[in-house]
């Protein structure tokens, strides 16, 4: 019998590309739903964080910094910072590119991810934020 | 009890990123299947279209529209323009890039988005299109 | 009645962006679960592979390495290649951005994809990999 299970979570991250790996606490949470197989989803709120995978180690996160900072600049003027003032077009241009859902598979109680691939969620702001996300697990037991 | 709802729908798009919102089309379609807690897929048929999240708001859109330019420009010469002749080569990468998938969850009958994320359908092609897509609710009421 | 049916496959892939059509594998495993509505998972075990649409055609494919190397270079120094001394810094990177996870609806047995648009497997590894994925099912008959 297919069972549907959500629970919003957040976490501290720091401004402009702060990556947190939320890989164990999706684990802890696949656990306490008792589910077997099926999937979760991972949902960022706001149009200004993204969700991956990503080998999470210090070097390949300052990578992706610089990388994205080449693709999407912080430094440039973007036409909505003079809707808001606020400063931050690059991070929702980030946010829309690197999307805000994910969809992970778990069998046996465990989820299906590489030995070097964690999940991540992104804070592209320009402030350090308070970021909640939803977890949506689907599975049977 | 789970329950799969599967909805088309389509859109007409202007040409070079033409970006619709669809988020209040979603909203009222999950209203008429009566669900409360679950997911809805929104995929887009074809591969010169694309589906994210955005603040939108006119400013924003503008940045888009050259951000992708720039990161994947429009006048430059594709090998694929050499397969078909329609100079669209542009718009299908930008497609596998943006990717044509996304899937939201919902609570209490209520899409679990920020204040600012809407979702929207984005016409990659170098022409006005009737775009194609598909909402597929997954819950149970 | 709503099921879930979890295949694990594999598939041996290119280094450098080797794009692989799993269009018609995925096809033949959805007539195997005998599942009429709902949607199919396509998730990449790993850290360097991702999952897209495209228009499965030569030039395309080769356009989508050119550009791919125009934005994440292979010829660059990353901080990663210091980590593990095995120069796949960008490899990682592409699959971050590409991501490594997509979801397709299918209905009457039938997946909804675009005359034009073809599920791909891309190896960013800088080897030939047997790339492994997962198939996750959720549907009714």
Redesign the interface.
Known sequence: M???I?VEKSISAEKDCGIVNVTETIEEELNKTGLR???V?I?T???TSGV????Y?P??V???KE?IED??PKNRS???D??WHDAN?FS??R???????????F?EGRL???T???IVIINFDNHRRQRRY?L?F???D
């Open positions: 297919v069972k549907i959500t197989e099926g999937q989803l949902f709120v706001g149009s991956s995978t990503i080998e180690e070097n390949l300052k990578d992706f990388i693709i999407i973007y036409h909505h003079y809707t077009g929702h241009l946010s829309t590119f690197i999307k805000t859902s994910l969809v992970v598979p069998k299906l991810l590489g070097w691939q964690q939803i949506q689907i599975g049977k």
